[in-house]
Structure formats: C-alpha cells, structure tokens
C-alpha cells in the first residue's frame, strides 16, 4: 500500500522537530546538571547532585576521606578546586597535573573562602601548641606555617606501590 506523499512528508517533518525538540531537551537538561552555580562568598564552583565518582577511579582513596565526604554533601567536588581536568583524567601515565593545584601557602586562603575563622584563636593555639611538630592521625606533622589541611582531613595523594599512612 503506497502512502501519499503529503502523509510521508508530514510524518517526516514531524520525526524531523520531535528529534529537535527533544535533543535541545536532553542536551539543556544535560547542561543543567553539570552546569555549576557559585557559592555565596567567593565563587567556588558548586555542582548540585554531583559526586565525584570519575575522580575515583583513579584515586579511590578519597572515596571515604572525611574532608572529600563532608564537602561533596554540600555540592563542592573534587572539579569545584581543581578544574575539570581533562587531560588530568585521560592521562593513564598519570604525568598529566590537574588544572589547578595548591602549594601550601595557598591551602588556607583556599579554604578561608568559604570557611570563616575559628570560633576561639585561644583553642586553636592550644591545639596547635600541643601538635606542634608531632604527626597528627592523619600523617601529617603540624608546623608554625601549617595549613588547614594539616589538621584536617587527609587529603593526600598516594603514590603507587606505597602503603597508606
């Protein structure tokens, strides 16, 4: 049975705008689920129902480490700091740094940004006094210049081939 030319021609126009309209759905859809929003204070990036699940693939230690937890809750995930980092994650050779890194001197004013100061600078000096050049649990040793991440978290990268501290 032929169909008549106007039918095919409509059904065609018709498959041709339901596949438009339903790509700028998805892809906009799509958009707004990665597109970030910034924070109030200092625009880090915050990316709401993200995890950080393309990161962990690599660095599966992060995926029970209390500073990456506590902050994924709250839409902060490994790419609000260090950049999407593309060419960080399609390195298999692992040469490829992220898009951003911080050195130690830039670890507070990181964290300063959205975190205000401690409640009682009294409390910090005694807690800093009574660490100062021992190892704290999470490995690292507490020193007159030492950043946030010192005291918090244990956010370091393993190195392969050695056991986690």
């Keep these: 049975m032929r169909r008549p030319r106007h039918v095919i021609g409509v059904a065609i126009c ?3 705008v339901c ?3 339903c790509r700028q759905a998805f892809v906009h859809s799509a958009e ?5 929003r910034m924070t109030r204070k200092k625009g880090l990036p915050i990316f709401p129902d993200a995890d950080n699940s393309l990161c962990l693939v690599c660095h ?13 809750k709250r839409g902060l995930t490994c790419e609000s700091c260090h950049g999407p980092s593309d060419a960080h994650m399609s390195d298999e050779m692992a040469n490829t740094k992220p898009d951003v890194l911080y050195g130690r001197t830039e670890v507070e004013p990181l964290c ?16 800093r006094q009574k660490w100062l050049g021992k ?3 999470n490995g690292r040793s ?22 986690a501290q």
């Design 60 to 72: 599966i230690d992060f995926d029970g480490e209390e500073l990456t937890l506590q902050h994924v």
């Design 135 to 137: 190892h704290r649990p």
């Design 32 to 36: 707004a689920a990665v597109k970030p």
């Design 19 to 21: 596949g438009c309209v």
């Design 112 to 127: 300063r940004k959205c975190h205000g100061k401690h409640r009682s600078s009294e409390a910090v000096e005694a807690f």
């Design 142 to 163: 507490v020193q007159d210049d030492s950043p946030c991440t010192d005291c918090h978290g244990k956010h370091v990268i393993l190195k392969a081939g050695l056991p």
């Design 14 to 16: 018709a498959a041709a």
